[in-house]
């Protein structure tokens, strides 16, 4: 597993550990990290060259039915006009009338219900549903499950930092108060296990770099809130509820075990 010092290329042997030991006695001293640098890519091989170049990283989380939704819940989805959500969205196993404020004019795409119930231009597709609630469960369990790169990276706070394609774990809330950056190519590929919430600051981007895709970065979290102007980018698998606040935009998806509430938001599936 890789030190958690952003930049900091875990080495082996008696030198690499006498350098770490320095590493830390500078910091018990009042040195800091330069969060800035880029971490090394962790062990895989990403999409495994879909697009030409060999891919870093985990091999992507495959997410089944619930890929063909941009927001996908399951006890209610609501919105405070006007939001422009571009792809396909879903609530099972709630009735469509969970389904709230969300006019027809502002989805390009399908509203899909488990029932004859919500807004006048849904389809009715329970099973659809079903399955694609299913594969998110699946998808949940899959990301949890991978084997980190890093662990507890800046202590929960990784604003400011440039992270590499990896598997990156922590057992605390992750808040991103400034800008942060993914910088990698079209196949690598990013897991963030979050154990509690992903709190994004008001304004704060999440800058994909160096032709990274957002399909290709997976948020797995227990809960997830996006602020006032905030743009975010990857796929959010919730254990509980999404909230994106005012202005907000994403570009990714939204797969919630219980609610996304939408303000005013762009959602865009990647």
Not at 38 to 60: I, Q
């Amino acid at each position: 597993m890789k030190a958690i010092q952003s930049g900091f290329t875990p080495a082996r042997g008696a030198f690499a550990m006498l350098v770490a030991a320095a590493v830390l006695a500078l910091a018990s001293c009042g040195g800091s990290e330069d969060v800035s640098l880029l971490t090394t890519a962790g062990a895989g091989n990403g999409t495994g060259g879909l697009f030409g170049a060999p891919g870093r990283g985990p091999s992507p989380v495959a997410l089944g039915g619930a890929g063909s939704f941009v927001i996908l819940a399951e006890s209610g989805i609501s919105n405070v006009p006007t939001s422009a959500i571009t792809g396909n969205i879903g609530l099972s196993p709630a009735t469509g009338t969970k389904i709230t404020g969300v006019g027809c004019p502002e989805v390009t795409g399908t509203i899909f219900t488990a029932d004859a119930a919500g807004p006048a231009c849904r389809t009715e597709d329970a099973e659809r549903l079903r399955i694609a609630v299913l594969n998110k469960g699946t998808a949940y369990t899959d990301a949890a499950g991978r084997a980190a790169d890093y662990t507890e990276l800046g202590a929960g706070n990784i604003g400011g930092r440039n992270l590499g394609p990896a598997t990156y774990k922590w057992s605390s809330a992750v808040l991103v108060p400034t800008n942060l950056t993914l910088t990698g190519g079209p196949n690598d590929v990013w897991i963030f296990q979050i154990a509690q919430g992903l709190i994004v600051a008001p304004g704060v981007q999440i800058i994909l770099a160096g032709g990274a895709l957002p399909q290709n970065v997976f948020w797995q979290t227990f809960s997830a809130s996006m602020d006032t102007t905030s743009s975010f980018n990857g796929t959010v698998i919730s254990q509980t509820s999404i909230a994106m606040k005012s202005g907000a935009s994403v570009q990714g998806r939204l797969l919630a075990g219980t609610a996304v509430t939408l303000i005013q938001n762009v959602v865009k599936a990647p």
